[in-house]
């Protein structure tokens, strides 16, 4: 477990000159008391109780800082996780809906005639995890593949909104990018797994 307390250079300013100036204090703290000592002891236990009170409030500042920026740098790192978790179950869901569509299109070979494929594909193809998660994911995949994640998903609905106008080609290259993705989102999958291990 990662326990780093991040502190910036205007933090680091502030504890320096608080330091110092309460160095300063108790460093010229017996000479006041000397000068006092002769006088009542009223203004002594005044004096003290001042220099105690500031003393204590800058130390109380400091500790009240290195706290609160301790729980923020904890808050973050647990939302991250959070995220991270939720990111790896939905390309889970995603992954599994992308290996169905390409059992779908590779069974759509074993018909003989064009007009078959497509009503066997428009049938068949699934979109409810891709239309029911967040594009959060987006965050765990690199670029080219979330576009072609999305382009997968634009063919599918074309295949299903216009079945008339579907080409041989068309469906067999479908098949080349789901290859690549199911490649690619394994990787995504072990790495946000290595993240949050």
Not at 166 to 193: C, M, P, R, T
Request: aromatic residues 8%; neutral net charge; proline residues 2%.
């Amino acid at each position: 477990m990662n326990k780093t307390i991040s502190i910036t250079y205007k933090s680091l300013f502030f504890l320096a000159i608080s330091t110092i100036f309460t160095i300063v204090l108790l460093t010229f703290l017996p000479t006041v008391l000397s000068y006092l000592s002769d006088d009542s002891d009223v203004k002594l236990s005044a004096i003290l109780s001042v220099i105690g009170n500031i003393s204590g409030g800058l130390i109380g500042g400091i500790v009240a800082y290195i706290v609160a920026a301790y729980q923020v740098s904890k808050s973050q790192e647990h939302n991250n996780q959070i995220n991270l978790k939720q990111s790896y179950v939905n390309l889970c869901l995603l992954l599994d809906e992308i290996e169905y569509n390409q059992k779908v299109f590779k069974s759509s070979a074993n018909q003989d005639l064009l007009s078959k494929k497509v009503d066997h594909l428009t049938k068949n193809l699934a979109t409810d995890q891709w239309m029911k998660i967040s594009p959060s994911f987006a965050d765990t995949l690199n670029n080219s593949d979330f576009q072609r994640i999305c382009k997968l998903y634009r063919n599918i609905s074309f295949i299903c909104n216009n079945p008339e106008t579907v080409s041989e080609q068309f469906i067999n290259s479908n098949n080349a990018i789901i290859d690549g993705l199911i490649k690619n989102i394994h990787i995504a999958l072990e790495e946000v797994k290595r993240k949050l291990s």
